[in-house]
């Protein structure tokens, strides 16, 4: 009788493909140091980069659980002698309409951005495959725009929502933060390394231009799409000075808005300030955490090869 005896797995060979599989994973290549001093040194740099962007935070949030009287005390400490509290946290929600005020950012946000990446994902196509007569100088227009500083167009917006009827409207909110010609810019790049011949496939089976857009561009731009929509959706969550211009009446007001109204008889209160902007970026921290990981691929991808 003939016994067959199984080949035992070399021991070696599968270390070492496991180390080249997490050495893939990790972007290194076979051989290369895990620990090389370089690579040290960029890791220490960017955790002293990230403390330094994280201590001002830390501190409005230590600050936001103190008492007024330690807030302003000197010298100013990170661990108040009388303890923390929420006292500051139960002003704010006592005297301001933060559900109202959150929804009200909630709803504007979300409207500008699902405009504004419409608008601009189809500005962006045009550009990266039509031609068309006077492409070339339309788009230089829509760069050079991006240099114009918001606060100059301020004046002439108001005059025209208020010959629209359209101030103290949630559309006085919107339309004028629809307008983003760095997204266009953003999303041509990224469209013109789309490739062509995929289209043309596509327009060989019988697909129109919409359709081919729809359907295969942006299928294939959902990493630079989810970056973006975060991009316009932070900055619109945070504008300030466009809402409060364009409403008055409190039930309409944004969160950054809303938030400055909520002010004390006895002046300026820092434990109180502190709050206010915890409770208007917490939102945006939790979108990042979750969408974090989109806004770095969205930006990292360079063509196919990143994704």
Do not use: C
């Amino acid at each position: 009788m003939t016994t067959t005896v199984a080949p035992q797995p070399n021991a070696a060979g599968s270390v070492h493909k496991q180390r080249g599989r997490f050495a893939d994973k990790a972007g290194l290549r076979i051989g290369e140091r895990f620990a090389s001093p370089g690579r040290l040194g960029a890791i220490v740099a960017l955790i002293v980069l990230a403390l330094f962007w994280l201590l001002p935070f830390l501190w409005a949030v230590a600050t936001s659980f103190k008492t007024e009287t330690s807030a302003a005390a000197t010298p100013v400490s990170w661990l108040p002698p009388d303890g923390f509290t929420t006292e500051a946290y139960a002003n704010v929600l006592r005297e301001g309409n933060i559900p109202l005020w959150t929804w009200n950012s909630l709803l504007t946000a979300t409207i500008i951005t699902i405009i504004t990446l419409a608008v601009t994902a189809l500005a962006a196509y045009a550009f990266s495959r039509l031609d068309f007569t006077g492409r070339r100088w339309l788009f230089w227009g829509i760069i050079a725009s991006i240099i114009i500083p918001p606060q100059v167009l301020i004046v002439p917006l108001f005059y025209e929502m208020l010959t629209l009827n359209l101030v103290d409207t949630y559309w006085a909110v919107i339309l004028p933060q629809t307008v983003h010609p760095a997204m266009v810019f953003i999303l041509k790049k990224f469209f013109d390394q789309v490739p062509v011949e995929l289209e043309d496939a596509a327009r060989i089976d019988g697909a129109g231009r919409l359709r081919v857009f729809w359907s295969i561009v942006l299928p294939l731009s959902r990493p630079i799409l989810a970056a973006v929509s975060i991009i316009v959706f932070i900055a619109a969550w945070n504008n300030f000075l466009w809402p409060f211009i364009a409403t008055s009446d409190s039930s309409l007001m944004t969160l950054p808005v809303g938030l400055q109204t909520v002010k004390s008889a006895y002046g300026l209160q820092y434990a109180q300030v502190m709050a206010s902007a915890v409770l208007a970026a917490l939102p945006l921290v939790v979108v990042f955490l979750f969408f974090q990981r989109q806004i770095i691929k969205g930006f990292a991808t360079t063509g196919f090869g990143g994704q």
